[in-house]
């Protein structure tokens, strides 16, 4: 099993800045990809950005150029830096760790949730 702890979140004025993070206890061993998704309501959780062990990242395309994805192995955190923030980033932001196994299923966080006002 794998614990995940996200922090960091609140509410921001548009073209603000925030980091989120997420603290990874646990079976760590067994986790290869780490990745932040983000759910507006009423609609469908969708990829912000994930990163592999190695440190590959991916980015969803409406969040290129403005946040970055980093982790600390050492540390089992994996951070989301969001700049230039916009009111359609509102929503709430999960923590996803990703097994190595592909029959293994994704742990999530408990969400944090990311406000931007106009």
């Known amino acids: 099993q794998v614990q995940l702890v996200e922090s960091g979140g609140g509410l921001v004025q548009a073209g603000g800045s925030l980091r989120l993070s997420c603290a990874a206890s646990g079976s760590i061993f067994s986790i290869n990809r780490m990745a932040w998704y983000r759910q507006a309501p009423g609609n469908q959780r969708v990829l912000v950005a994930g990163?592999?062990?190695?440190?590959?990242?991916n980015y969803g395309d409406s969040v290129k150029g403005r946040f970055t994805i980093s982790r600390d192995n050492a540390k089992n955190t994996v951070y989301l830096q969001m700049n230039s923030l916009k009111p359609e980033d509102t929503a709430v932001y999960y923590c996803?760790?990703?097994?190595?196994?592909?029959?293994?299923?994704?742990?999530w966080g408990q969400g944090t949730q990311v406000t931007v006002t106009s």
């Open positions: 996803a760790a990703q097994p190595s196994s592909p029959i293994a299923n994704t742990y």
């Open positions: 990163i592999t062990r190695a440190g590959i990242t």
